[in-house]
């Protein structure tokens, strides 16, 4: 049996935005981390981008063979809180859940997200962001892959208008 068939994955809770730091200690002591990132739609001060995020807060991947390394070092490796454990063992999860996130990933190396509102048409939307920010609306349909369409009460009449899908929330 070769060493990657004994390694397992398991999953590490970081401290607080470390995760990028844990990922690049746990990497130096010699193991294989893996942190799975999103494109995060982010505003502030009237600025909009979007930045890879985790897409796990506060947790990463780390691909552990127990016979041959030393697993005990990640719990004080900085930017790690804990290796998260059955008891005094820490609890493998199945490779399937990588493989699946790996699979997802697009050309730039960040998961896709399905990015589809979970919205029925007829049901009460609020807008967040943008000229209408606060209004109530109904929502009426996926517009193409990032916008939907809602009805506005407007001037006395509902006015179809067509917003980004992060603009809009449930009512």
């Not at 600025?47 to 127990?66: N, S, T, W």
Request: some cysteine; aromatic content about 8%.
């Amino acid at each position: 049996m070769t060493g990657d068939a004994l390694r397992r994955w398991y999953v590490v809770e970081t401290h607080p935005h470390a995760e990028i730091k844990a990922a690049a200690h746990l990497h130096r002591q010699g193991f294989e981390t893996y942190l799975p990132r999103y494109k995060k739609r982010r505003s502030h001060a009237r600025r909009v981008e979007i930045v890879a995020a985790p897409l796990f807060p506060r947790y990463l991947f780390v691909a552990v063979d127990m016979a041959t390394q030393r697993w005990r070092a990640i719990q004080s490796t900085f930017g790690v809180a804990r290796l998260i454990s059955h008891g005094d063992m820490p609890a493998p999860i199945q490779d399937l859940v990588i493989d699946g996130l790996r699979r997802r990933e697009d050309e730039a190396g960040l998961v896709r997200i399905d990015t589809r509102p979970a919205f029925l048409p007829g049901e009460n939307i609020r807008v967040l962001d943008g000229a209408f920010e606060a209004c109530l609306g109904l929502f009426e349909c996926v517009a193409d892959r990032d916008r939907v369409a809602i009805l506005l009460e407007f001037l006395g009449r509902k006015v179809r208008i067509v917003l980004a899908t992060a603009s809009v929330a449930a009512a």
